[in-house]
Nanobody, 122 residues
Framework: VQLQASGGGLVQAGGSLRLSCVVSGLTFNNYALGWFRQAPGKERELVSVISWRGTPYSVSSVSGRFTISRDNAKNTVFLQMDGLKPEDTAVYYC?????????????????WGQGTLVTVSS
């Protein structure tokens, strides 16, 4: 199983980035997918998750600014990040869980991708 994340970079506050994570080696439609982030000196935290059916959930700190989506035909999950703030600076990781629930608000992280660095300058 491989999860390949991309799309990170340096952006000014208020700007946008779109992260992508291409998944291979599993039955994509059976998995909930999500994004975590880890800022320097902090614990890894869940950002957004989307069920196999496409129901999204984002934590309150990013709700209304970040949008998670998935393209089952391309085995890819996206995180559109708008209105970025310096406190969004972190390494972002994609993850996948086998999960049949239509609504998912947490992720164990059965499988992980490598991180992609997002840096937001003030």
């Amino acid at each position: 199983v491989q999860l390949q994340a991309s799309g990170g970079g340096l952006v000014q506050a208020g700007g946008s980035l779109r992260l992508s994570c291409v998944v291979s080696g599993l039955t994509f439609n059976n998995y909930a997918l999500g994004w975590f982030r880890q800022a320097p000196g902090k614990e890894r935290e869940l950002v957004s998750v989307i069920s196999w059916r496409g129901t999204p959930y984002s934590v309150s700190s990013v709700s209304g600014r970040f949008t998670i989506s998935r393209d089952n035909a391309k085995n890819t999950v996206f995180l559109q990040m708008d209105g970025l703030k310096p406190e969004d600076t972190a390494v972002y990781y994609c993850a996948a869980d086998w999960n049949a629930a239509t609504v998912v608000v947490a992720l164990r992280g059965d499988y992980w991708g490598q991180g992609t660095l997002v840096t937001v300058s003030s």
